[in-house]
């Protein structure tokens, strides 16, 4: 079955950085293109970045550009996102996406809190 479990949240002060992590299986990961999302207390689900199967296209929402670079490696199968610069308005669980035909996957999420 298609597991998806992220890593590497935490409490940073702002201007300070948090790389998460996202391991996949039970699909063939490189195959696809992958997402990170993230959802503030009170908000909708947000897309943050996404990157195609090969890792060759990139995009961002307009309010990480610049900040944040999301990653792969189709060997071990994890979908990586750094975080730069990290603002208060940054907290919130950020979740792992894949798409496979029609159905969304995500993993559990690991919360990101950015606050002095």
């Known amino acids: 079955q298609v597991q998806l479990v992220e890593s590497g949240g935490g409490l940073v002060q702002p201007g300070a950085s948090l790389r998460l992590s996202c391991a996949a299986s039970?699909?063939?990961?490189?195959?696809?293109?992958m997402n990170w999302y993230r959802q503030a207390p009170g908000k909708e689900r947000e897309l943050v970045a996404r990157i195609t199967s090969a890792g060759g296209s990139r995009t961002y929402a307009d309010s990480v550009k610049g900040r944040f670079t999301i990653s792969r490696d189709n060997v071990k199968n994890t979908v990586d996102l750094q975080m730069n610069s990290l603002k208060p308005e940054d907290t919130a669980v950020y979740y792992c996406?894949?798409?496979?035909?029609?159905?969304?996957?995500w993993g559990q999420g690991t919360q990101g809190t950015v606050s002095s």
């Open positions: 039970g699909f063939t990961f490189r195959s696809y293109t």
């Open positions: 996406n894949v798409r496979l035909l029609d159905a969304h996957y």
